[in-house]
């Protein structure tokens, strides 16, 4: 299974490969939505979008376009601040959106989320 993961902490991208270092998910990491996008519309499993980043394109500006193209993934928001989702993204976005993580977060949990996105 092909994750990628967007968020513009390198220290929560390390964490988040070394959590699926053990696991059959193969990860890729980036800093910013615009590094991601060909690798999200070439197929992606899941996607871990981080909703306020650097860069031009916000989490939601993404989840914006990927509706808008009819890609088909699995996304999971990451989020420090329950009021940055500003609603609620499985509302919002039904065909994209899984459930929403709040930072900070364990592993296990994360891996749970993961887990049932994909059943």
């Known amino acids: 299974m092909k994750v990628a993961h967007i968020e513009d902490n390198k220290v929560i991208r390390r964490l988040v490969c070394e959590a699926l270092k053990e696991t059959e998910f193969d990860y890729i990491g980036f800093r910013t939505a615009e590094e991601a996008l060909d690798t999200i519309r070439g197929g992606v499993d899941v996607l871990l979008l981080?909703?306020?980043?650097?860069?031009?394109?916000?989490?939601?500006?993404?989840?914006?376009?990927?509706?808008?193209?009819?890609?088909?993934?699995?996304?999971?928001?990451?989020?420090?601040?329950?009021?940055?989702?500003?609603?609620?993204?499985?509302?919002?976005?039904?065909?994209?959106?899984?459930?929403?993580?709040?930072?900070?977060?364990?592993?296990?949990?994360?891996?749970?989320?993961?887990?049932?996105?994909?059943?």
């Not at 989840?63 to 193209?69: C, I, Q, S, W, Y």
């Not at 994209?96 to 364990?106: A, G, M, Q, R, S």
């Open 50 to 119: 981080d909703l306020k980043l650097t860069g031009k394109m916000q989490g939601r500006d993404l989840l914006d376009l990927l509706e808008k193209e009819g890609v088909k993934v699995k996304v999971i928001p990451l989020t420090a601040a329950p009021g940055e989702t500003k609603g609620d993204l499985r509302k919002d976005y039904p065909e994209l959106v899984v459930e929403t993580l709040f930072k900070p977060f364990e592993p296990d949990e994360l891996l749970k989320i993961m887990q049932r996105a994909l059943e």
